[in-house]
Nanobody, 121 residues
Framework: VQLQASGGGLVQAGGSLRLSCAASGGTFSTYVMAWFRQAPGKEREFVAASTRSDVFTKYGDSVKGRFTISRDGAKNTVYLQMSSLKPEDTAVYHC???????????????WGQGTQVTVSS
């Protein structure tokens, strides 16, 4: 499975941004799709995940109520809508896929290349 993330950029605090992750080479509907982020000098942090067919979604505590994950089966794409962005949301955001759900990064076999999100104060 190949994952291609896009949509990062520079945004002011309080603004919004939508990330996309296009998947290819596998059966999209069978994968748990997740977003992680990593800021300089910090460990990779779980952001959100969506199980196949959106049976359920999960969010990290720091983004609950502000970020929304969704998936479009017709486009084999998972999205991360980010609102009320804060400077501490600044990080490289990675999408990941696996057949099982976990909030741990080492659970996921497939990873995209990452997209930079910078939130200015």
């Amino acid at each position: 499975v190949q994952l291609q993330a896009s949509g990062g950029g520079l945004v002011q605090a309080g603004g919004s941004l939508r990330l996309s992750c296009a998947a290819s080479g596998g059966t999209f509907s069978t994968y748990v799709m997740a977003w992680f982020r990593q800021a300089p000098g910090k460990e990779r942090e779980f952001v959100a995940a969506s199980t196949r067919s959106d049976v359920f979604t999960k969010y990290g505590d720091s983004v609950k109520g502000r970020f929304t994950i969704s998936r479009d089966g017709a486009k084999n794409t998972v999205y991360l809508q980010m609102s009320s962005l804060k400077p501490e949301d600044t990080a490289v955001y990675h999408c990941a896929a696996d057949t099982t759900w976990s909030s741990r990064a080492n659970n996921y076999i497939y990873w995209g290349q990452g997209t930079q999100v910078t939130v200015s104060s």
